[in-house]
């Protein structure tokens, strides 16, 4: 089993809807990185956080330390946030998300 | 301000030949990494360091080395190429510790024949 699990592997979904990812680790941490990889390959960081919730924008990433549960939503969800989400977690890192969003 | 920049782009190797990645940085952070993206799986961990002049292993170590001689240099280097070092490298840096922020190169595509 993976230390750090992501679901789903892959969504698509309309452009507007509300996208949830999960992402459950069995690693003790300090704090949690979602990471967003565009088409291109390139990796940018979109949060790290240790306990409640951050929002950035349309991004709201939320975790809860005992549960070892973060999950990243996307609020109204555009054609450019296709990309893959992968958690992190202690130096672990999820499989990732492959999001694609149609107009 | 340039991040975190990777050489080479892409490079070819046949089997056996050697070759040295190389991971600059420009923000004095204390953290760099060197992962391996494969398909179907996560970045995983090959070496990581903590400060200039240290190294250490992470996930998947076996027929890499890495040197840090200088704070703003991470090299990633194969002395013996094998089919199965085909894969995306990625470098990262982050400020403090694991904890802070990653900032990611834009990786090297290696391929092994």
């Known amino acids: 089993k993976n230390e750090v699990e992501q679901s789903p592997q892959n969504l698509t979904a309309q452009e507007g809807e509300f996208i949830t990812i999960n992402c459950s680790y069995s690693?003790?941490?300090?704090?949690l990185h979602w990471l967003q990889q565009h088409p291109g390959g390139g990796i940018v960081s979109l949060f790290m956080?240790?306990?409640g919730k951050k929002k950035h924008g349309r991004l709201i990433a939320t975790i809860n330390i005992q549960e070892k549960h973060s999950s990243l939503h996307i609020t109204a969800s555009h054609p450019r946030d296709s990309a893959v989400y992968i958690c992190?977690?202690?130096?672990?890192f999820g499989a990732g998300t492959r999001l694609t969003v149609k107009p | 301000n340039a991040g975190v920049t990777q050489t080479p782009k892409f490079r070819v190797l046949k089997t056996g030949q050697s070759m040295t990645l190389l991971c600059a940085q420009d923000?004095?952070?204390?953290?760099m990494y060197w992962y391996r993206q494969d398909p179907g799986m996560g970045l995983r961990l090959i070496h990581y360091?903590?400060?200039?002049?240290?190294?250490a292993k992470g996930e998947v170590p076996d027929g890499y080395n890495v040197s840090r001689l200088k704070k703003q240099n991470f090299l990633l280097g194969l002395e013996s190429a094998a089919p199965s070092q085909t894969s995306v490298y990625f470098c990262?840096?982050?400020?403090?510790?694991?904890?802070?922020?990653?900032?990611f190169g834009n990786g090297t595509r290696l391929t092994v024949t």
């Open positions: 990262a840096s982050s400020e403090w510790d694991r904890n802070s922020p990653l900032h």
């Open positions: 690693v003790g941490i300090s704090a």
């Open positions: 956080l240790s306990s």
């Open positions: 992190a977690a202690d130096m672990r």
């Open positions: 923000m004095n952070h204390e953290y």
């Open positions: 360091s903590v400060g200039e002049g240290t190294t």
